[in-house]
């Protein structure tokens, strides 16, 4: 059974900085991409990043650009996303997600963490 586990969330003011962790367990970490969906307040979930299963490759929503870093620990089977300059808008509960395949690009998720919340107050 696959489990994924965020952890690292909470209340920030804006500019600053927060880093989430995932662990995860029950397959092969190291073999498969990780990324990362946020969900706002009112609104659907949305994509933010995806890493591949080495860590070579990764790719960002448009919005996180140049904020947002996704790496991953393989011999941790931990996945991380580190936000620099919050900003309100990146207020929403951050997901930790596992795809089937390896390499990117991906699709759709097939595993989801339970989530942690991240405020940014102005």
């Known amino acids: 059974q696959v489990r994924l586990v965020e952890s690292g969330g909470g209340l920030v003011q804006a500019g600053g900085s927060l880093r989430l962790s995932c662990a995860a367990s029950?397959?092969?970490?190291?073999?498969?991409?990780m990324g990362w969906f946020r969900q706002a307040p009112g609104k659907e979930r949305e994509f933010v990043s995806a890493?591949?299963?080495?860590?070579?490759?990764?790719n960002y929503a448009d919005s996180v650009k140049g904020r947002f870093t996704i790496s991953r620990d393989n011999a941790k089977n931990t996945l991380y996303l580190q936000i620099n300059n919050l900003k309100p808008e990146d207020t929403a509960v951050y997901y930790c997600?596992?795809?089937?395949?390896?390499?990117?690009?991906?699709?759709?998720?097939?595993?989801w963490g339970q989530g942690t919340q991240v405020t940014v107050s102005s």
């Open positions: 890493i591949s299963y080495s860590g070579g490759t990764s």
């Open positions: 997600v596992g795809y089937l395949r390896s390499i990117l690009p991906v699709t759709e998720p097939r595993y």
């Open positions: 029950g397959r092969t970490f190291s073999s498969y991409a």
